[in-house]
């Protein structure tokens, strides 16, 4: 894989199968981060009995979400806002040091997209008298037009045509970008990387997220419920935040002016009309 000698380079502690260690605490953020969405959905209809919890039932799948992506990106910020001093205390094993962040902030914000295909009652489904809950999980096509199942076929194809294009995008920009550049380790050693403005960077400032973004859109018309619209929102308003706040920031203070002129010609998500056939073509290259 292209950059795993780089990456393996800045992780000297965990040379050989230790390097897995950071899959594991992957893998258990993620599906810890999943389970409490999940939970977070159901927690009204579990305790019945609580009065608060029903009266804020309708919220609290979208509060679940909101509390793991506020913190995903406040942990990937961090590995940002660490780097002075790690690299200033810990020298060489800086990077080293601060992947745990990496490893936890990046799960948290898949889980995010992962849970927008669950139904919001997967562990306690709505009752009778759960109609808000009902209203907001169930697909606004049947709310609108009585459930056609024509419908049902076209938002499963739209899903899978939308989750195959992020997936397509996330890949091809691996195979281009490397793993280490994925893995940001950019954000160290600046030094050993460059302004990236060809092939699918130019035409889009942030593939990897636009990738994820694609793959939200699938969710959403998977689910093609209220609460599918409200977390593609919420994540898209997410990435914007992180993006403006810190990446981007961080993108001008390095490469100033030229930096500048990039974002203005070429958007950070969605490809311009007359980008779209460069788009596939990238997409369809081997």
Same mark, same amino acid.
């Given at each position: ?15 050989? !199968?230790? /390097?897995?260690?950071?899959?594991? $605490?992957?893998?258990?953020?993620? #599906?810890? %981060?999943?389970? &409490?969405?999940? @939970? ?13 919890? !029903?009266? /804020?039932?309708?919220?609290?799948? $979208?509060?679940?979400?909101?509390? #793991?992506? %506020?913190?995903? &990106?406040?942990? @990937? ?32 914000? &898949? ?35 009585? &459930? ?139």
């Amino acid at each position: 894989m292209k950059g795993l000698d780089q990456l393996r380079k800045k992780l000297p502690d965990y040379q050989g !199968r230790k /390097i897995r260690i950071f899959a594991v $605490i992957a893998l258990i953020v993620f #599906v810890t %981060s999943l389970i &409490f969405q999940s @939970v977070l959905d159901s927690l009204p209809r579990i305790f019945r009995s609580i009065a608060i919890l !029903r009266m /804020i039932a309708p919220l609290t799948p $979208i509060i679940g979400t909101l509390i #793991v992506i %506020s913190i995903g &990106f406040s942990v @990937v910020r961090k590995f940002w806002r660490v780097r002075d001093k790690y690299l200033s205390k810990s020298g060489k094993k800086a990077y080293q040091k601060a992947f745990k962040f990496v490893a936890i902030g990046i799960p948290m914000l &898949f889980s995010v997209i992962v849970h927008s295909f669950i139904p919001n009652d997967l562990i306690a489904t709505c009752g009778i008298d759960d109609t808000l809950c009902r209203f907001l999980g169930n697909p606004i096509s049947g709310l609108i037009l009585g &459930f056609p199942i024509y419908f049902l076929y076209i938002r499963l194809v739209l899903s899978i045509v939308f989750v195959g294009l992020g997936l397509t995008v996330i890949v091809k920009t691996l195979s281009f970008f490397g793993i280490d550049n994925m893995a940001m380790l950019y954000v160290f050693y600046p030094e050993e990387s460059t302004l990236q403005n060809h092939a699918i960077y130019s035409i889009l400032r942030h593939p990897t997220y636009h990738g994820l973004m694609l793959i939200s859109i699938g969710s959403m018309f998977f689910r093609f419920s209220i609460y599918s619209v409200v977390y593609f929102l919420i994540f898209l308003v997410g990435i914007n935040i992180h993006l403006k706040c810190v990446e981007e920031k961080e993108l001008i203070q390095r490469y100033g002016g030229a930096y500048k002129k990039y974002r203005e010609t070429v958007p950070a998500f969605f490809v311009r009309l007359k980008d779209v056939k460069k788009y596939f073509s990238i997409l369809l290259s081997i």
